[in-house]
């Protein structure tokens, strides 16, 4: 069986994670269309700000910041110094709602890490992506 080493295979697999974190983010433009305002609530939260356009639409928006400059720094004998992730990143999701669904998401802000587009923003909807009643509905007997 052959082994790699860890300063290899690390950044492998950091790299895959954001990756199927960009994947859920651009899976979440359209996959929650139609949620209503109410499962958006549940499965996101109440939303930082809350603007009504007019009588049927309305803006809600979630905000996701790191302003610390953290992230995996590994210093490796050959290579030297090599920063997986950069300093701090910042998400803005947008749902526009029209009579209480979701008719757009939008992403905006320092939301992209290497090779994953919009990975950052991942957190703030990874819970919508989670089939409804998946986890609420009781074990049958």
Do not use: W
Not at 77 to 101: K, M, N
């Amino acid at each position: 069986m052959r082994r790699f080493p860890l300063p290899i295979l690390l950044p492998l697999l950091l790299a895959s994670c954001g990756m199927a974190d960009s994947r859920d983010v651009e899976l979440s433009r359209t996959s929650l269309i139609g949620l209503t305002r109410a499962d958006l609530y549940v499965c996101a939260g109440f939303p930082t700000k809350r603007e009504r356009i007019d009588v049927v639409r309305e803006m809600l928006s979630y905000e996701l910041k790191s302003g610390q400059g953290g992230g995996l720094n590994l210093t490796l004998p050959v290579a030297g110094d090599l920063t997986v992730t950069g300093s701090g990143h910042y998400c803005h999701a947008t749902f526009e709602l029209i009579d209480a669904r979701v008719t757009r998401v939008g992403f905006a802000g320092d939301k992209d890490i290497p090779g994953a587009p919009g990975a950052y923003c991942a957190p703030l909807i990874r819970e919508c992506l989670r089939p409804v009643g998946a986890a609420a509905s009781p074990p049958a007997e």
